[in-house]
């Protein structure tokens, strides 16, 4: 990383460093994992009769008890379980029969599609707009930026997708419908194109058919601009803050006492040092975006993980509710770790 | 002596002075700053509306008349129209305005409450206690907040209790950092060294003399947070696990709305407008409050 020899005792303080954040992350998981655990045996539903049926024999329930592992100490349930869950069985979807996993890596990579796009958006017009307010405070362009964030942080995400919804879809006709695709490319799809990430935008480009990439695009625009708004509005003002606070160092008025344009003062000399705060802030708000995707989906009917959790919900499979909730707690805290780790390598102070 | 010269009495006479001072000072610069009034006002039009609904709305929120269903807005007698079962929806908002603000106290008393109590027992007593209370907070803070309330409450069963319920549990982890964060600061201070000496008892000092120092924070992050409990309430209430028909919660009246979308686009519309102003009046003041009382930002 750097050109200097780096001493023995600095490498051991890193690695010192870097297990302490992994144990934090191990346990956190756990502890996630007895939550959801707890939640999973408090729940007034028998698994046992939602497997063999209210008609089954003493025997019948019996032996379905003893595989479920329910005859054991709870201490014990809950080891089998987190064993379970490090091998990547989440139990079994009540609904389907499907095991949730799968149905689960189905479903994840359309949240990840809508989710990364919307931080793409988020990121493209909340870091200017967060420079502009930051370098003319109180004026009117500052007020606007200000307002904009306060109004993105108070709308209601799933109202805001149905308003969209009325307006460009029904109204104006500019956007696709609810759904990934057109009913009729959504035939085409399943039999024409190989899913490789489970990303619409991404497999129709592999496949070269940018017709059907075109029609993608035209359905995932709007519930991603919806989301990328609310991403925007935290990216604009932790920004402002961020670039206040840098604005008012006194190498930035070194830079321009040198006569540095002011582009460059802003842009690289500023930036650079905003970047490092601002990588913690999009990490933080992409984690929250999986959050927020679960409401946006159920209006967009988008195949992802909110939906699947919402449907679940719906008809009490308790599995599917949980499995998914693990899911998407797992991508939480490993994007905190992805930022941590950013974090260090972006800010020399903090390695 | 009128009052505002007593309040701006450089010398004050007495510790309620002082106090009252400071506070008028705040107000004041409070009351330059317009969007956190405007602020103000939203939220005191929201209480006068839960209030004073009964005489405030033209109709009963409850009783149905399928003759008058999906009439549009500014039609005899429904200026926002009616919904699906030819209710005045401008009556439902007013009485939704009761089950919003009922939620709003129910959270803002129990979740601060409780994070104060784990967030001060952890940082004064530190060692293995406040290893494993913040490790707890830890967990719950890496838990998305909507997922867990969803979680719970499909445990829990449907209904505004168990909503409310379900919010508070993952609400509190946000006081008690803030919380351990003030104890750590005044623990070692000497006025309470010398409570300590006089032979008071942990909790003693603690409900005594530590909470009362961390108040001022706690509270200006209750309102900063209430926009996101209506958010998250209207959510619950929007997926059908929070407040039960026929109570007209607001984000219940848009999911009952989402079916006349395309056509009557108004029964959807007109709640989402309510839930979108009264947490954006909670935003602007929670943001001004938080220029006003915080001395760091208060230059900027």
């Known amino acids: ?351 | 002596m009128t009052l505002t010269e007593w309040l701006r009495d450089p010398n004050p006479a007495s510790r309620r002075q002082a106090r009252l001072g400071q506070a008028w000072l705040g107000w004041l610069r409070l009351r330059r700053n317009p969007l956190a009034m405007a602020g103000l006002i939203i939220i005191g039009l929201l209480l006068l509306m839960a209030a004073f609904a009964p005489w405030l709305a033209p109709h009963d929120p409850i009783t149905q008349n399928l003759q008058n269903r999906l009439q549009p807005p500014l039609s005899p007698g429904h200026l926002l129209g009616t919904d699906d079962f030819g209710r005045d929806i401008l009556s439902r908002i007013l009485y939704g305005a009761r089950i919003t603000l009922a939620v709003i106290v129910l959270v803002a008393v129990t979740a601060p409450l409780l994070g104060l109590f784990i967030g001060t027992v952890a940082g004064y007593l530190g060692g293995w206690v406040d290893t494993v209370l913040m490790r707890l907070t830890d967990i719950f803070l890496a838990f998305p907040r909507l997922i867990l309330a969803l979680a719970l409450v499909a445990v829990l069963g449907p209904g505004i209790e168990n909503a409310v319920l379900a919010i508070a549990l993952t609400a509190w982890p946000p006081y008690a950092r803030v919380a351990r964060a003030e104890t750590m600061t005044v623990r070692n201070s000497d006025y309470i060294a010398a409570v300590r000496l006089q032979g008071a008892g942990a909790v003693r000092i603690i409900r005594g003399h530590v909470m009362p120092m961390c108040l001022p924070s706690v509270i200006i992050r209750v309102t900063l947070d209430m926009a996101g409990v209506i958010l998250i309430a209207a959510g619950l209430g929007f997926l059908g696990l929070g407040a039960q028909p026929p109570l007209s919660e607001w984000g219940l009246m848009i999911s009952a709305g989402r079916k006349y979308l395309f056509d009557q686009w108004w029964v959807a519309t007109m709640p989402g407008l309510a839930i979108f102003i009264v947490s954006l009046g909670f935003n602007l003041l929670g943001d001004g409050l938080r220029d006003v009382l915080d001395p760091r930002s208060a230059g900027k």
Do not use: C
Not at chain 1, 231 to 255: D, P
């Open chain 1, 1 to 351: 990383m750097t050109g200097f020899p780096i001493s023995s005792s600095l490498w051991a303080s890193r690695l010192r460093g870097l297990a302490a954040t992994l144990f934090t992350l191990a346990i956190t998981l756990v502890g996630l994992l007895f939550v959801t655990f707890i939640i999973s045996r408090v729940v007034p539903i028998d698994p046992v009769l939602a497997i063999v049926g209210a008609r089954a024999t003493d025997a019948q329930i019996e032996t379905a008890r003893v595989a479920l592992g329910l005859e054991q100490p709870l201490w014990q349930q809950f080891l089998i379980y987190v064993g379970n869950a490090l091998q990547g069985d989440l139990g079994t979807s009540i609904r389907t029969g499907e095991p949730v996993i799968t149905a689960v890596g189905r479903a994840f990579p359309a949240t990840m599609e809508l989710a990364t796009l919307a931080t793409v958006i988020g990121v493209i017009a909340g870091v200017p707009a967060g420079v502009l307010a930051a370098t003319r405070p109180g004026s009117l362009a500052d007020h606007i930026v200000r307002l904009v964030g306060l109004m993105g942080y108070s709308i209601p995400v799933f109202w805001l997708g149905l308003i969209g919804l009325l307006l460009f879809y029904g109204v104006l006709g500019w956007v696709g419908g609810p759904g990934r695709l057109d009913t009729a490319y959504d035939m085409m799809f399943q039999f024409e194109v190989t899913p490789v990430t489970g990303m619409i935008l991404v497999d129709t480009l592999l496949a070269g058919r940018f017709d059907m990439f075109a029609n993608a695009l035209s359905h995932i625009v709007l519930p991603a601009g919806l989301l990328g708004y609310v991403s925007m509005a935290y990216i604009s003002r932790m920004t402002r803050s961020f670039m206040m606070n840098e604005l008012g160092q006194e190498y930035i008025t070194t830079a321009r006492v040198k006569g540095m344009p002011e582009w460059r003062v802003i842009w690289v000399h500023a930036m650079r040092n905003v970047l490092v705060p601002l990588i913690t802030v999009i990490a933080l708000s992409y984690a929250n975006l999986l959050e927020g995707a679960v409401l946006t989906e159920t209006i967009f009917a988008w195949p992802g993980l909110g939906s699947y959790i919402t449907d679940a919900l719906m008809v009490n499979d308790m599995p599917a509710v949980l499995g998914g909730t693990i899911v998407v707690g797992v991508a939480f805290v490993t994007l905190n770790l992805v930022s941590d780790l950013l974090y260090r390598l972006v800010d020399p102070r903090a390695r």
